[in-house]
């Protein structure tokens, strides 16, 4: 349903920058955003923007660092990871809910994900 892409390998302090896009559905009317599963941890949410991009939700480790925006067409969403830090090395999954207000708890569509690793 979603494809991401865009991880790699960076040093402490660099900039990624992470692309969701859909295969099959629209998503341009659905909340998208980011979770990620470090190595031995849970699936933790990153962030997550409104269907209207004015609404922007993060976890209180990346805000300030991370920004997420939707694509002009309002079908795709980035995240923009600046100053990365070891300890945010994982997984990271794109998905999409109906409303903002859900996404955190309970995402409807989920995509492959694509690896950030953080070396020092």
């Known amino acids: 349903q979603l494809q991401a892409s865009g991880g790699g390998l960076v040093q402490a302090g660099d900039s990624l920058r992470l692309s969701c896009a859909p295969s099959r559905h629209t998503f341009n009317s659905a909340a998208m955003g980011w979770f990620r599963q470090a190595p031995g941890k849970e699936r933790e949410f990153v962030a997550g923007?409104?269907?209207?991009?004015?609404?922007?939700d993060y976890v209180d480790s990346v805000r300030g660092r991370f920004a997420i925006s939707r694509g002009s067409a309002k079908n795709t969403v980035n995240l923009q990871m600046n100053n990365l830090k070891t300890e945010d090395t994982a997984v990271y999954y794109c998905?999409?809910?109906?409303?903002?207000?859900?996404?955190?708890?309970?995402?409807?569509?989920w995509g492959q994900g694509t690896l950030v690793t953080v070396s020092s």
């Open positions: 923007i409104s269907a209207t991009g004015r609404t922007t």
């Open positions: 998905a999409a809910a109906r409303l903002i207000t859900d996404l955190r708890k309970n995402p409807e569509y």
